[in-house]
């Protein structure tokens, strides 16, 4: 058997989760073509998927851009698009996929006010989707395991365990984010390390791995695409900007 990610064709409409096919969801389908299974809802654009060391399959979610203020408080600011706000939220998402997984979109905006380590994230109501949760009930919906930078696109997503790489990479995540298209400042391409935490069954708070691909005005000379464990140790790093493949050794 094998997966695959069916992305919406919207940033933000319900449509797509009425759509034939349904869309924003990922899928178990043979290697013969038969089976094809819908296992996980609400992802709005997975582009990774991998198993993590314990046997489970883990997806990078690329989120919503422009998204309404969700919280009902002080500022007044409730529906509207704040540039704030949007810059930096809603996180792009780490999710583990089981059969019946539900991650929200575009009822349920990741919610990662007060938590410093951006892990075990949960949701809050979008307020043109779903303003009094009656579309989906957000409490229910699985939690993101890790977040990251809102706007880093996430492309390539590789568990590493059982590869040839140092030992301080080689239980863990590779992570690759393509960088923003329309934010301001640009959200950088980069990628980073998660390592697995054996005892909870989950990752935890990237490490920048590789970075530097954006120059301080914004500009870019390259965007990390996909990372890769080679059999010789080294990591291989594809890069759609500069059409190269990036062979990237320990240092020393």
């Given at each position: 058997?094998?997966g695959?990610d069916?992305?919406?064709?919207t ?8 759509s ?10 043979g290697l ?5 299974r819908?296992?996980?809802?609400g992802?709005r654009?997975?582009s990774?998927?991998s ?8 997806t990078?979610v ?5 998204q309404p203020y ?9 529906g509207?698009?704040?540039?704030s706000y ?5 996180v792009?998402?780490?999710a583990r996929?089981?059969?019946g ?15 410093t380590?951006?892990?075990?994230i949960?949701?809050v109501n979008?307020p043109?989707?779903?303003?009094d949760g009656?579309a989906l009930d957000?409490?229910?919906?699985d939690?993101?395991a890790?977040?990251?930078?809102a ?5 390539g997503f ?12 080689a ?6 984010a ?10 950088e391409p980069?990628?980073v ?6 005892r909870?069954?989950?990752?935890t ?5 590789v ?7 914004g500009s ?7 990372a890769?464990?080679g059999p010789d140790?080294?990591?291989?790093l594809?890069d759609?900007?500069a059409?190269?493949v990036?062979r ?5």
């Open positions: 058997m094998r695959k069916v992305g919406s064709l940033n933000d409409n319900p449509i797509d989760r009425t034939t096919p349904e869309r924003a969801t990922i899928a178990q389908v013969d073509g038969t089976g094809n819908t296992i996980a809802t992802v654009n997975g990774g998927l198993f993590a060391p314990d046997g489970t399959l883990f990078a690329n989120q919503a851009d422009n969700p919280f009902r408080d002080e500022t007044g600011q409730y509207r698009r704040v540039p949007i810059n930096e939220n809603p792009d998402q780490v996929v089981t059969p997984t539900e991650l929200g979109w575009p009822y349920c905006v990741p919610d990662t006010t007060g938590n380590t951006l892990t075990d949960g949701y979008q043109a989707n779903n303003p009656a957000c409490s229910t919906v939690r993101t890790l977040g990251l930078p706007h880093s696109a996430p492309l590789a568990f590493t365990q059982g590869s040839a790489l140092p030992r301080s990479l239980r863990g995540a590779l992570i690759t393509h960088g923003s298209w329309n934010r301001q400042p640009p959200r980069y990628v390390y998660s390592p697995w935490d054996n909870n069954r989950t990752l708070p990237s490490q920048p791995l970075t530097g691909f954006q120059n301080p005005d870019r000379w390259g965007r990390s695409v996909d890769i464990p140790g080294a990591i291989y594809s759609d900007a059409g190269l990036h990237l050794t320990p240092a020393g």
